[in-house]
């Protein structure tokens, strides 16, 4: 017999792992079946997507594509604080009671977006415990890389912040050895992310280099080598 608070998740994913561990979520496949509160988007490349200040009253899933987010200060400095890939949500902020936007997104490359209105993901997370259970999890793990951006931003050298971003925005893992920077991240905003200067940057690029840990192409494609790894390593 179905228990009668299933979760429609139990449908939509594989059985639970062995050792209890949560399932993860096919989360397109899930907000494709929200009829009410919920819209397919497209964005070009560097279209604002929401602006800092703004209300928030929704949240957006990214379906393809990548977004950046980004503060500015009273006095116009700006920083990028995430780029964001598919399969991840933003602007979670209003379910928290934040009634304005705390950042700006802003499309890096095409992309297509979900937007689910905040009374509808509300909803749905109070609904739906199985669900909820794997939101939460998937914006504490982020909160945790935005944790460890914060220790390297205190106590890390330029250099080894600029190494760490240019492996982390390559999805750079223990098998890769070459991987690919996504598209639209230039020298600027590699400053920005930073907390340093663009000379500073293109400085340490061309340390990376010479080292043969980064290479260019002629289209401008950044490709970033296992080698880089030291780099973030080395004490």
Avoid at 37 to 48: I, Q
Wanted: a positive charge; proline letters at 3%; aromatic letters at 8%.
């Amino acid at each position: 017999m179905t228990p009668r608070n299933s979760s429609p998740v139990d449908k939509r994913k594989a059985p639970v792992a062995a050792g209890g561990k949560l399932p993860s979520v096919n989360w397109e496949s899930f907000l494709t079946g929200i009829s009410k509160g919920r819209t397919v988007l497209e964005y070009g490349v560097n279209r604002n997507i929401f602006l800092q200040g703004q209300p928030a009253d929704s949240v957006f899933f990214l379906l393809c594509g990548k977004v950046k987010l980004s503060v500015t200060s009273s006095e116009g400095k700006e920083a990028i604080f995430a780029t964001l890939g598919s399969g991840e949500f933003f602007g979670e902020g209003c379910l928290a009671g934040q009634p304005l936007r705390m950042a700006t997104a802003i499309a890096v490359e095409d992309c297509t977006l979900t937007k689910v209105e905040k009374a509808t993901i509300t909803r749905m997370l109070h609904e739906e415990q199985g669900v909820a259970e794997l939101f939460f999890t998937h914006l504490l793990s982020r909160v945790i890389r935005y944790e460890a951006d914060l220790v390297d931003q205190l106590f890390n050298s330029s250099e080894k912040r600029l190494a760490r971003i240019l492996l982390l925005l390559s999805h750079f893992n223990k098998a890769s050895k070459t991987e690919t920077v996504v598209p639209g991240i230039n020298q600027e905003n590699l400053a920005q992310m930073v907390g340093t200067t663009r000379s500073r940057v293109s400085h340490f690029m061309n340390k990376f280099k010479q080292h043969g840990f980064i290479d260019y192409k002629i289209s401008g494609e950044l490709t970033v080598n296992s080698g880089l790894l030291s780099v973030v390593l080395h004490d």
